[in-house]
């Protein structure tokens, strides 16, 4: 059930005080004062206030500030410079309630007596923090100085009466706040007591519905009462456990919903395995009693050990569209068992609603499904925390006033209609037998074994129920939860449940957040349960002797409106519209047949739905990388041309079979070839239907008449980086479809990023046996060896990195790098000075495998590449670019005067010219002109490397 609809809102106000100096002294008598809305008071700090700071004390639930104990805005200096704050703040009689410390902080928040949530008081117009601010949360009254004062006037009421031994009391005016403002000058005990005793009125009713549902076979019935009793005990210990263990001090347990059908499927199940080996009732008594306690005992130690090993969050897996049809189901379930416990019918399908057309049964039915009803809009449209309470009291007083107005004796209400208003009045048991039953000698073990799959199924939906309302808690708390801790809690109580003969159970998150809502953070509401509870449990009567049947119905009714509503109408908001027709599945399956298989089939349906939209995401993303090598101006020209003649894919995820059709699709859809290829050349329309038959795939073809060799593909890439896996459906259907278009039309199938796994598995099916199959190390080393591939193939002549200078000097190599990449003629004296150019750099050899700088030192040289290659890494394993002859190295961390960003290795033996800092200081000095083209050679090197790098940094982040 959820109840958070009924929680108040605790009224506050914010007040600004004056920041006038008091001339309170030590001997000022103080004066009491009733707050009347719980407000935040801020105590102002003033310049003729001490530095130090009294500790207030409390005692008795009241707070007393000592005449020199006033807090000070933050932004009012002490005498001595520094600011003070409260440090800490608790709550209790004769304890301390802070301390202070001098430093150089702010302001914090502090709350009294209850929580320790804090908030800071803001000026609303200009956001600046104004003081820190006391929250008087439950104290019923506050000791001050006598001349205190809130905005110039007395907080004070303004008649006294006295109140502390000889002290004057002022009279407390009218009260003519809210409700919810006169909760919060309750009383420190009053409060838990009251809320105690709400939370053990809505469980009591709950408890007697919950056994009704468990054991609901007919076998049962001789025994209801004595199984209600334990059920109510059950309850008394979850809470007792949660008390103890949870972290939520306000945390309110009991028997839980979640688990309720498979202990009432369990417990069918015995009776019926029994019976059909001719057991005793005592037998079967004892044999579905130990059963239900030792599976509650085995879920808190499972729960315990998934808490410990911190598994919670595998435990989440299962899908919320199947619990959302189970819960909906467990309201079906309860709405036979209403009707049942109303009609005395046993009404377990829908098959068995015939037997309530009879129309005197309806009289005994339709108010109990009327208070069901009236109770569902109580809850829905009242937020008064007492409603739910006085409603479930009134229902039977209602009955009973009707009763003594038609002047109807017991007898006649015990035989109304053949069935009876209410249950006989048997002979109670005192309640220390109601353990009786439990006789370990007797149990059939034969009947275990096949309730173990229904144990699994349990401890799984109650692990993931718990985890829901945990979840819940933790929204409505506002503080990170640790979910293992909290499952371990859970487990804890249900260990308790099931030694001492009890049922599963949770935390009953409505009820906690009604709770929390209340302003009560302390344990005691929740002990105050115990004692109610376990006096019921002692009553030498059973509640059913007394309580009309309706009321149990009317309750259980109530909890299955509730929940059908909440999963079969309000979820479609909540999920997707194919997520709720999987929850309308899994509570038609689980209602058409049995527990397990409907949770089967729901879980198989949310399979088949997260494989269908696997297949449909995009697993495949064409791109336009580059390499990070850095090229010449005609190999960049060339490049450029035959820019599509690289195609380039970045696959993803877990590629089965599937994904395997839309993936060979969208890469067939960017393979553009000729009618006829190389190959194909001179091919009849025979051979030519021969080769479309071999290939099951024909990629996007060019007009036979069209010879723009620039928009052919050459080379096929697929990056299987981010690739999770490949199963053997796709690797044949997909991959070696693929290679074997790419042999029958020239292109080139490079793999980069091949995991261990999937490469092996490529072997097997022959993927890699094609010669026109390449393999690379990682995406940039591909792109490498596309692009180094086709500049051989359209120019043999021309090297794929190096540039093609007149002389063999610096000046050369850089005449030759601004040639070609400007786009007019220089003259061959552009560096000429009267000192060479290369008097300001040093040469410097390197062998291969050399390291000229690593990533994060001082970059105070720059790098020309004489002859040679380099490679610079980032992060010791990401390629960021790869530097030929002409190429700047250094150049971005150089100028910006920060430390490398890259590492850079020597591909090869190669030479470099090196120009310091201090020398282009120089050259700045002596040759101007010199200077100002060699800048103009690295700024051409940075623009023409700009978008690269920038797709590099993208690439490697």
Avoid at 329 to 353: K, N, Q, T, W
Avoid at 372 to 381: A, S, T
Avoid at 742 to 758: M, R
Avoid at 831 to 837: G, H, M, N, V
Wanted: include cysteine; aromatic fraction near 10%.
């Amino acid at each position: 059930m959820d109840h958070h609809h009924l929680l108040p809102t605790a009224g506050s106000f914010h007040g600004a005080l004056p920041r006038e100096t008091t001339n309170a002294g030590p001997t000022a008598t103080p004066t009491v004062y009733r707050h009347q809305s719980s407000p935040a008071l801020i105590l102002p700090r003033t310049e003729a206030t001490p530095a130090s700071l009294v500790s207030p004390q409390t005692s008795g639930g009241v707070v007393s500030l000592a005449d020199k104990s006033e807090m000070y805005p933050p932004t009012s200096p002490q005498p001595n410079g520094r600011r003070q704050r409260i440090s800490s703040l608790s709550m209790g009689g004769g304890r301390m309630l802070g301390h202070t410390r001098s430093d150089r902080g702010s302001h914090t928040s502090l709350p009294i007596s209850t929580g320790f949530e804090t908030s800071p008081l803001r000026n609303p117009s200009s956001h600046a923090t104004l003081s820190p601010r006391v929250k008087i949360a439950s104290s019923a009254e506050l000791l001050a100085p006598s001349n205190f004062s809130v905005n110039g006037e007395s907080p004070l009421s303004s008649e006294t009466r006295p109140l502390l031994g000889g002290m004057p009391r002022k009279q407390e005016s009218r009260c003519t706040c809210s409700w919810a403002q006169c909760w919060a000058t309750t009383t420190s005990f009053s409060r838990p007591l009251v809320m105690g005793m709400i939370n053990a009125i809505i469980v009591l009713p709950v408890m007697v519905g919950y056994a009704q549902i468990v054991f609901k076979d007919p076998f049962f019935a001789p025994y209801m009462p004595t199984l209600i009793n334990l059920m109510i005990f059950s309850a008394a210990i979850h809470q007792l456990g949660f008390s103890i263990k949870s972290k939520l001090h306000f945390a309110i347990g009991s028997v839980q919903d979640a688990g309720l059908i498979f202990l009432s499927t369990m417990s069918s199940s015995i009776v019926q395995i029994c019976k059909g080996k001719g057991a005793s009732d005592e037998d079967i008594l004892a044999t579905v009693l130990c059963w239900l306690a030792m599976s509650t005992a085995l879920l808190g130690l499972a729960l315990i050990i998934t808490g410990k090993l911190r598994l919670a969050s595998l435990v989440q897996y299962l899908p919320l569209p199947v619990v959302g049809g189970y819960l909906a189901f467990i309201g079906l379930y309860c709405l036979e068992a209403g009707l049942g416990v109303m009609a005395h019918r046993d009404i377990s399908s829908p098959a068995d609603y015939g037997a309530l057309l009879d129309a005197d049964l309806w009289i005994l039915i339709a108010p109990g499904v009327l208070s069901g009803l009236i109770l569902l809009l109580i809850v829905q449209r009242t937020t008064h925390p007492a409603a739910l309470p006085l409603a479930l009291l009134g229902i039977p007083l209602l009955f009973y006033v009707v009763v003594l107005s038609g002047g109807w004796s017991m007898d006649e209400l015990r035989s109304a209609y053949g069935v009876g208003w209410i249950a006989e009045d048997s002979p109670q048991p005192p309640f220390y037998r109601s353990w009786d039953g439990f006789r370990f000698e007797r149990i059939q073990w034969y009947a275990i074994p096949k309730q173990l799959p229904t144990w699994l199924t349990m401890f799984i939906v109650v692990a993931f129920s718990s985890s829901l309302d945990v979840a819940a808690i933790q929204m409505e708390l506002g503080t990170p939860l640790d979910f293992n801790r909290e499952l371990m809690t859970v487990g804890f109580a249900n260990v308790l449940s099931g030694v001492t003969g009890g049922y599963t159970g949770s935390y009953i998150f409505s009820q906690t957040i009604f709770t929390m809502r209340s302003g009560l953070r302390s344990r005691m509401v929740g002990i105050i349960v115990i004692p109610f509870l376990l006096f019921t449990f002692c009553l030498p009567v059973s509640l059913q002797a007394y309580v009309p049947n309706f009321f149990f119905g009317a309750v259980l009714i109530f909890i299955a409106f509730d929940l059908m509503l909440e999963w079969l109408w309000h979820s479609r908001l909540l999920v997707t519209r194919s997520e709720y027709a999987i929850i309308l599945i899994t509570f038609a399956a689980i209602t058409a047949t049995t527990l397990i298989i409907g949770f089967a089939i729901g879980c198989g349906c949310c399979v088949l739905h997260f494989l269908f939209l696997y297949a449909r995401s995009s697993h495949v993303t064409r791109t336009t990388d580059r390499s990070s090598v850095s090229r010449g101006f005609n190999q960049r020209r060339i490049l450029a041309k035959y820019r599509k003649a690289i195609v380039v894919h970045r696959l993803s995820g877990y590629i089965f079979f599937g994904s395997a059709v839309s993936i060979l699709d969208t890469i067939k859809a960017s393979i553009k070839v000729h009618n006829e290829s190389k190959e194909a050349c001179g091919m009849s329309e025979n051979e030519l239907e021969e080769r479309r038959r071999r290939s099951s795939t024909w990629p996007e073809k060019q007009n036979a008449c069209e010879d723009d060799e620039e928009t052919l593909t050459h080379f096929l890439l697929l990056d299987f980086d981010v690739v999770n896996g490949v199963d053997a459906t796709a690797a044949r259907s997909l991959f070696v479809t693929l290679v074997q278009t790419c042999q029958n039309y020239g292109i080139t199938l490079v793999t980069t990023g091949l995991a261990t796994e999937t490469k092996k598995l490529l072997d097997c099916h022959g993927v890699t046996n094609f010669s026109c199959f390449q393999e690379c190390k990682c995406l940039d080393e591909g792109l490498q060896y596309c692009e180094d591939s086709l500049l051989a193939q359209i120019d043999p002549n021309l090297h794929p990195q190096r540039l093609t200078p007149h002389d063999e000097s610096l000046e050369g190599v850089l005449t030759a790098y601004l040639a070609e990449s400007s786009s007019f003629p220089l003259p061959e004296s552009i560096f000429q000075s009267s000192a060479p150019l290369s008097s300001y750099f040093k040469n410097l050899d390197v062998n291969k495998g050399d390291i000229v700088f690593r990533q994060g030192e001082p970059s105070e040289t720059l790098y020309f590449i004489y002859h040679g290659s380099f490679l610079l890494r980032r992060h010791a394993q990401y390629r960021a670019g790869h530097y030929g002859q002409g190429g700047i190295i250094g150049d971005i961390d150089f100028f910006s005067n920060s430390n490398r960003s890259f590492t850079a290795e020597a591909q090869e033996d190669s030479r470099l010219y090196a120009l310091s800092r201090q020398d282009l200081n120089r050259l700045y000095a002596d040759e101007p002109r010199l200077a100002t083209m060699l800048l103009h050679v690295v700024l051409k090197s940075l623009s023409l490397n700009a978008t690269q790098n920038r797709l590099i940094l993208q690439r490697i982040k």
